[in-house]
């Protein structure tokens, strides 16, 4: 899985909703259009992508209008997240999920290997970045969970849910913390693991050019070049083959134990999975840069080395 919601409680059920599932899909497919404009312009150039990068930055602007209805380019725009404290309010912290995941991975990767692993609070300089984004981390997401507690009707998002489902519980210490790590397991669950997932399938499609045709084909069978809906996403059937095929080949978290479960919720990663690539599939085609194999990072995800850079072909 690349969501794992199953371990959510009860009260965060109603985030995971059909409602949030149309929203997802419309979201990811406006963000995925923007993207493609882009791609238009290193196709016109002959210059590649790093489709790595690419997709972790449509994750998570993705990510973040589902849970806070906020598009946080801006804050990749900006570069560096202000992880140092500068912004006690929290409205300039959105891109500090980008550098706490990266060292979180970093983190993770090192007390997999170590015999002896050291604890946070030792002061290296890789647990000092971690920390430090930890925290604004949670500046930016208390202060959207403060946005949501004193206009409870005032956003429709998936933080807005989990509030609401609080009810008359959700401004006390306790809940406002347990708010914060649903929110946080949410985030960095769907935004590393999706992207590289996503990077993963496009290399494959560009490798298996007989694949890619027949996906090609039902693109064009079921959408006839729109955008897709929720409601289309059944139909997509070998589309979602190909997400299948693409996690079971490259593993996201393939350091987790699979285990065989009966239970979905409404299906929400695969459907932004497969709505990215019937929007970005129906405008462009994928070539790897370069005959050589992509060396694998053997992180907590399974990510490519140096990123993963494509050229993007134009579809008539």
């Not at 000092?128 to 984004?133: I, T």
């Not at 347990?178 to 935004?191: C, I, K, P, S, Y």
Request: charged share 20%; hydrophobic share 45%.
């Amino acid at each position: 899985m690349v969501l794992n919601f199953y371990a959510a409680p009860t009260m965060a059920q109603p985030a995971f909703g059909k409602a949030t599932l149309a929203r997802v899909v419309q979201n990811t497919g406006t963000l995925t259009t923007q993207l493609l404009a882009g791609w238009e312009q290193a196709a016109r150039r002959g210059e590649p992508v790093d489709v790595l990068n690419d997709m972790q930055q449509l994750a998570m602007r993705v990510i973040g209008m589902a849970l806070f209805s906020r598009d946080l380019e801006n804050d990749l725009q900006a570069g560096r997240a202000d992880t140092a404290g500068a912004d006690p309010r929290g409205t300039r912290g959105a891109n500090c999920f980008t550098e706490t995941v990266r060292a979180g991975v970093q983190v993770v990767a090192l007390r997999n290997v170590s015999p002896a692993p050291l604890p946070l609070w030792v002061p290296t300089r890789l647990h000092r970045r971690f920390r430090r984004g930890l925290a604004a981390v949670d500046r930016f997401v208390y202060a959207r969970i403060d946005e949501r507690l004193a206009d409870p009707g005032g956003y429709d998002d998936m933080l807005a849910d989990l509030v609401r489902s609080y009810g008359d519980q959700a401004a006390a210490a306790d809940t406002r913390r347990e708010l914060r790590d649903q929110v946080v397991t949410q985030f960095f669950a769907g935004f590393e693991t999706t992207a590289v997932a996503l990077a993963w399938t496009w290399l494959l499609l560009g490798q298996h050019q007989a694949a890619e045709a027949r996906f090609h084909r039902e693109l064009a069978a079921v959408l006839g070049g729109r955008a897709p809906g929720a409601e289309d996403l059944k139909a997509l059937g070998y589309t979602g083959q190909v997400v299948q095929e693409s996690m079971r080949t490259y593993p996201p978290v393939y350091t987790r134990t699979r285990q065989v479960a009966d239970d979905e919720i409404a299906g929400f990663a695969t459907a932004e999975m497969t709505t990215v690539l019937a929007v970005a599939g129906q405008r462009v085609r994928l070539r790897p840069a370069s005959a050589e194999p992509v060396t694998i990072i053997p992180a907590v995800t399974r990510r490519p080395a140096g990123g993963l850079p494509m050229l993007v072909e134009m579809r008539s």
